[in-house]
């Protein structure tokens, strides 16, 4: 099946500071999506971007479909932002509508 | 988008016992996915369940430990049959907004089995 590596696997900021988190996949998607998953367990829709690039506020994402990797920008890192942010994609050729997670970005803001 | 309500959102559990998750959803939605977040792990897939017929169950989970209900196209039931605490984990049911488009979850049922 479709394999979907993110890096960094943890990441410390003091708030304020810029990230960029990074997902590859290892063969061509229909769907990509990053989630935050807050202390709670709920997973919030942060994009839907199989390709192309979107921004919503302090974040935005780029997916570039062509060489199998996305990227996600958190600009002036809140504490508020802390949490783990998943990729995962559905890929293809597979016809199932279900997706492939990828291990996560633990993301801790620190005042 | 898709707005769903899942419960309960949490539980402790006798080993030996079954509990099962409820999930609703606003709208009416072909598939439904069932998936297990073990304590610090992703979100792996457990079954995928479509109204009016059988579950369809990803390798390493079975039927009898993980029966699934699907009896119209808003509501699923997911059952832990003889919990051990092996099955301690947040489990979360899923739908897609249409094929191939943005999928929403619910707020997941955090499980502890004692």
């Known amino acids: 099946g479709i394999q979907v590596e993110q890096s960094p696997p943890d990441l410390i900021l003091q708030e304020g500071a810029n990230s960029t988190l990074r997902c590859n996949f290892s063969?061509?998607?229909?769907?990509l999506q990053w989630f935050h998953q807050n202390p709670w367990g709920q997973l919030i829709n942060l994009f839907y971007i199989p390709s192309g690039t979107k921004q919503n506020g302090r974040l935005s994402a780029t997916t570039v479909a062509t060489e199998r990797y996305s990227l996600l920008y958190i600009s002036s890192s809140q504490t508020t932002d802390s949490g783990v942010y998943f990729c995962?994609?559905?890929?293809?050729?597979?016809?199932?509508?279900?997706?492939?997670f990828g291990k996560g970005t633990k993301l801790s803001v620190i005042p | 988008s898709a707005v769903i309500s899942q419960k309960p959102s949490r539980d402790i559990c006798q080993r030996g016992t079954s509990l099962t998750i409820q999930c609703q959803v606003d709208?009416?939605?072909?598939?439904m996915f069932w998936y297990r977040q073990q304590p610090g792990q992703s979100l792996t897939l457990i079954a995928t369940?479509?109204?009016?017929?059988?579950?369809?169950?990803e390798s390493g989970f079975v039927i009898d430990k993980f029966p699934i209900s699907r009896p119209n196209l808003t509501f699923s039931t997911l059952t832990v049959s003889n919990m051990s605490p092996e099955d301690s984990s947040i489990y979360l049911c899923s739908v897609e907004a249409g094929g191939g488009t943005e999928a929403f979850f619910g707020q997941g049922t955090r499980l502890t089995v004692v």
């Open positions: 709208s009416q939605v072909t598939m």
């Open positions: 995962a994609v559905e890929n293809s050729g597979a016809g199932s509508y279900q997706l492939t």
């Open positions: 369940a479509n109204q009016g017929s059988e579950a369809t169950y």
């Open positions: 063969d061509s998607v229909n769907n």
